[in-house]
Each structure stands twice: as C-alpha cells, then as structure tokens.
C-alpha cells in the first residue's frame, strides 16, 4: 500500500485566536501549532495500512511556511516514510492549497490519498473532495471506517443520524473523521528514525484566491448571562423564561 | 445575472429540511441581487411529485432528475447536473446546505468550476453584483467576511441559520435528464442506529449531558427531558463522555465534534471547555445546570441553575410537562 497523507498546520485549539491588527488575518504571537487533529487520523489508517500490507510507504505533504517542516518531522516520527513541504509564503484558498497537492501528487505512485475531514484552521472540509475533483478520482469524505479488499475499498461515512456505506476503486481519496482509529503517539525510538527520514522542501507558487477574505472579526461576545437560581426552586423560573421567548 | 441556484437534499426522494432552509437564503441572496432563485435535486422516481412545495420557499423553477440509483446521495449526477445548470442560465451564485451531503458536493463543484467557495455561512448579503458572505473560521473564535473573485460564487449555509420562510413563487417543476455514467462511488446503503434520532446539528433543541451524568445509565433522564421538549429536541454530548464511551461520536458537540446553533441549547454537567463553547456558542439560548457556580459555561448561558443535575433535570422535565397540558 502506498499512500500520500496531507497534513496541515494549525493553532492547537486550546489557543486564545487574536485578530492581527490589518484584520487579514490571525496574531501568530503565543499561538502554539499543531498537526490539525483530524490528520493524524490520516497519517495513522495510512501507517496502518502499510504495515497490515507488509509492504508500501507513507508520504506526508504539506502546503505551508518553512514552520511546516515541525509537525512533518511529527509524522515522520510516528512512522511516515518520507515528507514533503510545498513551502510557500503566499496566501490563496482552500482550492488553491488542493491545486498545489495535485500537482505534486499527480506526479507520484499511489493507492490512496489521505486527508482530514477537515483543517481546525479555515473550518473548510474542501480540500478532500476538490482534490478528488482535480484528480480524477473517487472521494469518499467524514469515513469513520475503510475496509480494502485488493483494488476494491468500502467506506463508512458519517452522514446526519447514521453511516452511509460507500463503495469504490483504488486509487482514491478520502478525508479521515474521528473514530476511524485511534492515532499512536511518536515512540523515542520513532523520534530518533525521523531525524534520518527524508524531508524535502519545495518552493511552490501559489493561485490567486478565488475567495477573498474581506475581512476577520472576533465574534460579538455573548451577553452576559444570569444565574436564575438555585436547585430545584429555580426551574419554574427557568420555565418561566423560556415560555416568554417561545422556546418551549 | 443575479439569479441563484439551489441544491435542495434529499434522501430516499423526500426533501430534508436543510433543503428549505437553503432555499430560503438563496432566494433572500437572490434579490439582493436583482434575480429569481431556482432550484435542483435529484432523486428515485417519484420525487418530482413531492417536490412542488419548494415553490412556496419561492423556488420558481425545480429541476428534477430521476433515477433509481438517486435513492441515497449520488455525487458525480450531481454534479453533472449542477454543471448542466450552470451552462443553461447565469447564474450568480449556487447555494448548498452545509450538511452531510452538501459539504462533500460543493467543493467537488469549486474545483470542477474552479470558483471560490465559502463553506458554512451564517449570513448573507450583496456588494454590487456579488455575494458576501460571513463565516466563522478557528471554531467560531473569528468571523469572516469574504466575497469571490468570480461568478458564480458558491456557497454552503450552516443548517438551522437560515430558518425557512414562505414566498411562494411558481415552482414549476421541471424533469431533467443527468446523462449516466459510472458513478466513482457508489452509496450501497444508509445505516442508522436503533433509534433514529434527529441530528445535533438539525434539531432545534439539544440537550447535551456532560461527565458530570456521572454514569452512561443516567442518560435515561436526559431522554425523558428530550421527551417532555418534544420532536424538536434530540440529545447531545460533550466530549469527555464520548471519550469515555458512554455516548457516539455522532453526538459529540464541539470544536472536533460538531458545531450546532440550535434555538435553545441545554448544557448539563458541562464545564464550559474553550473546544466545547466553540460547538454551541452559536445557540440562541444557552441554559446551563452545574453545580459549580464557577464553572466557565455560566459565561455563555443566558440561564444558569447552580445544583445538582440529578434534583433539577427530573424536576425541569416535570414542570414542562406541567406547563405544556395546560395550553
Ligand atoms: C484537541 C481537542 C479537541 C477537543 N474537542 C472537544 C469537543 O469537540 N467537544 C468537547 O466537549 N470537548 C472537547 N475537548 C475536551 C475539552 O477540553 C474538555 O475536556 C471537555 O469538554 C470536558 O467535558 P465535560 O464538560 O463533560 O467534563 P468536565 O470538564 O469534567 O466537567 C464536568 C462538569 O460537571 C459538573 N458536575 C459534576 N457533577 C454534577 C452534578 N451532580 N450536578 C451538576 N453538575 C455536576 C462539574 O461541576 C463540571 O463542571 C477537546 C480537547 C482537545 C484537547
Ligand atoms: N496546507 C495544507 N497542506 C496539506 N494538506 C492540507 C492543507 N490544507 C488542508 N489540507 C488537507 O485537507 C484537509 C481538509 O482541510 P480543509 O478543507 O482546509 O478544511 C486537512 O485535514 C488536510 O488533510
């Protein structure tokens, strides 16, 4: 089995988002980055897959700043092969990133492309299904479960109030939810290897975004709320208040 | 130009809700725009039947392909379809439903018409003779406006945002032909659990039970609330006690759950975690129950109990019921 995972940086999601002062984009400043959770489900099912085949490779690619090269070193420690940084400064969008991993990628070797269901960062879930667009191939998103017999693949896919079950042929794309697996932590053995595993930066130009982002705000905060009460003699109040805005 | 085109979801050739609601923000974008709204679904025979209703949203035309294979959700004739459309009349904007089906479609037609996209939409409106929309970004720790680089923009709007509201229009129904081919995937099946309940992100009151519940078999007085609310109201949960295995993840509410703005948004046994406020900080109204008066989901609730979930949510459940037999 060989597959391609994409990994994106972006902020842990404990961090506090400041809006830089232009307001183009966020305040980097006490950001601690990560690996976007939803890829390390990605990077696992691939390792996975490698080892119950017994043979194949993993790539990890990242479109990102020269920073990138931190969470790629990550993944080579849990047990990617090899990884690639499509190092650039320039700014674009959800297509423009899925545009730069097709172009790498359809220059390679691959049974499976790998994605999260979805970046911490922009809150898109695009960059899978486009991929499967500009490539070509069959895209599953949000699978919770991947089943591969030879060529032939089966997918569990969470949709509203249940799974769809998806069929579909190898190559492919699929974007990795939460409860596909349970991703393992990098062994110091894992750390040492990755320091050895090859990890190649290149420099990338960027398309112009189709979608411009005009502006960023930090949220209107919530009024501020009120405790009603205590206990049980609160809660004719509280049903009380939620008669008076029609809500129940 | 400023016309708008609409998927509207369905499943088993039935419309979901989403599909209304979608309908409704195209048509509402759509005279800003100076233009009528149309809308396209796909579906087994006998879904152009049931599908007229979209006129009153204020669809004036509804097209409809058939075909058994549109029983369940099928990409590729979608998008064909929506392509086909597209090449047929100027349209400014497409509209999809940020939900299961719509947020895989959309991107597949970004890239097939390498046009921006902005996903997740919460609201809204025109500058000239294009959309700008806003959407959150980090989990709803930033709101952005962003507008296209070229028509037609394409969007996705969050479910239970645009709450659907009748126009009628004409609704003219009108069959289309998707020219088949191989499908690159293929839905083979729909499972749903035992108890088929409403979606998080679709019901319009969610009860979310927190580690304060203590033990899985509480839950049961979670479902009574849920009942005493009615069809509307389905349960939700926090992480930790989907970690834990007490609760699926399909009901996991949060930053790397899901992300609901439901009317009215119970937190009970719930500390109030930064991961968890970015799923549900949207709601219209927050109650909280905790009995920790400290605790950081008092700051979001518009409602706070302090106390013992295991007194008040029995006795909240009762005085519903109570008050609900009197009207
Ligand atoms: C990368 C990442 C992503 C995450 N994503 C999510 C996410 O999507 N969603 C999410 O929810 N969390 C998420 N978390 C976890 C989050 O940080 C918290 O750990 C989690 O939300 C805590 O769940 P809780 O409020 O149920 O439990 P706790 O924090 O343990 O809170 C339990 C609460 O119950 C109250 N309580 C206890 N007993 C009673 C009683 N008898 N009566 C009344 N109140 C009582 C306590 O006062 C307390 O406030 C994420 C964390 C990380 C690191
Ligand atoms: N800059 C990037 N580099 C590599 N992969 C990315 C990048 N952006 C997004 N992806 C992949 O696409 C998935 C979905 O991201 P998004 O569409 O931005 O929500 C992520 O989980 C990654 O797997």
């Known amino acids: ?248 | 130009m400023g016309r708008v085109l609409v998927y509207a979801e369905t499943r088993h050739g039935e419309l979901r809700a989403v599909a209304r609601e979608a309908v409704t923000a195209g048509r509402d974008l759509a005279e800003e725009l100076g233009g009528g709204v149309d809308a396209f679904l796909l579906g087994p025979p006998g879904t152009a039947d049931r599908v007229a209703e979209l006129g009153q949203y204020g669809a004036e035309r509804v097209f409809v392909a058939e075909d058994p294979a549109f029983e369940a959700y099928a990409a590729d004739a979608a998008l064909r379809m929506c392509e086909d459309l597209l090449g047929r009349d100027a349209y400014s904007a497409v509209v999809f439903p940020a939900s299961a089906q719509g947020k895989d479609l959309a991107p597949r037609a970004a890239a097939r018409l390498d046009r921006g996209l902005a996903t997740e939409v919460v609201a809204l409106g025109a500058d000239g003779d294009g959309p700008i929309a806003t959407r959150p970004m980090y989990a709803g720790k930033a709101m952005a406006r962003v507008s296209f680089a070229e028509l037609p923009a394409l969007i996705s709007v969050r479910p239970n945002v645009f709450r659907p509201r009748e126009r009628p229009a004409a609704g003219a129904v009108e069959r289309v032909v998707v020219a088949s081919e191989p499908a690159r995937q293929r839905v083979t099946g729909i499972e749903t659990g035992d108890r088929v309940a409403l979606d998080v992100t679709e019901a319009n009151i969610v009860v979310s039970g927190g580690r304060g519940m203590k033990d899985p078999e509480n839950w049961s007085m979670l479902e009574d609330l849920v009942d005493a609310l009615g069809d509307d109201a389905t349960l939700g949960a926090s992480r930790a006690v989907v970690d834990a295995g007490w609760r699926p993840h399909a009901e996991q509410v949060g930053q790397t759950g899901k992300v609901v703005s439901p009317s009215l948004y119970f937190a009970i046994g719930i500390s109030g975690a930064i991961q968890h406020l970015a799923g549900m900080r949207t709601a219209k109204t927050i109650v909280a129950i905790n009995r920790d008066a400290e605790a950081p989901i008092f700051s979001v609730a518009d409602f706070g109990v302090v106390g013992d979930l295991f007194e008040v949510v029995p006795a909240l459940a009762a005085e519903i019921r109570r008050v609900s037999a009197e009207v």
């Open chain 1, 1 to 248: 089995m060989k597959s391609i995972v994409c990994i994106k940086r972006v902020p842990d999601t404990e961090a506090r988002i400041r809006v830089a002062r232009d307001g183009a984009g966020i305040d980097p400043a006490g950001v601690k980055y990560v690996m976007n959770p939803y890829d390390e489900f990605a990077l696992e099912e691939a390792i996975r897959l490698k080892e119950a085949a017994g043979e194949g490779s993993v790539t990890v690619l990242s479109v990102g700043s020269g920073e990138t090269s931190e969470i790629l070193r990550t993944a080579l420690a849990m047990g990617a092969d090899e990884a690639v940084l499509l190092s650039s400064t320039e700014s674009t969008d959800g297509l423009g990133i899925a545009r730069a991993l097709a172009d790498e990628i359809r220059g390679r070797e691959f049974d499976l492309v790998l994605c999260g269901k979805q970046a911490v960062d922009d809150d898109d879930m695009a960059v899978p299904s486009m991929l499967g667009e500009l490539l070509g191939l069959p895209c599953v998103t949000v699978v919770v479960a991947l089943a591969i017999d030879g060529r032939r693949a089966v997918a569990h896919r969470e949709i509203e109030g249940g799974h769809e079950v998806v069929e579909f042929d190898l190559p492919a794309v699929v974007g990795a939810q939460k409860g596909l697996n349970e991703p393992r932590y990098p062994s110091l053995k894992g750390i040492m290897a990755a320091k050895k595993k090859p990890l190649e930066v290149k420099e990338v130009r960027l398309a112009e975004p189709k979608l411009r982002i005009a502006s960023l705000e930090e949220p209107p905060g919530r009024a501020e709320g009120e405790i009603i009460g205590e206990g049980t003699e609160a809660v004719p109040e509280l049903v009380r208040r939620l008669r008076e805005r029609a809500l129940i």
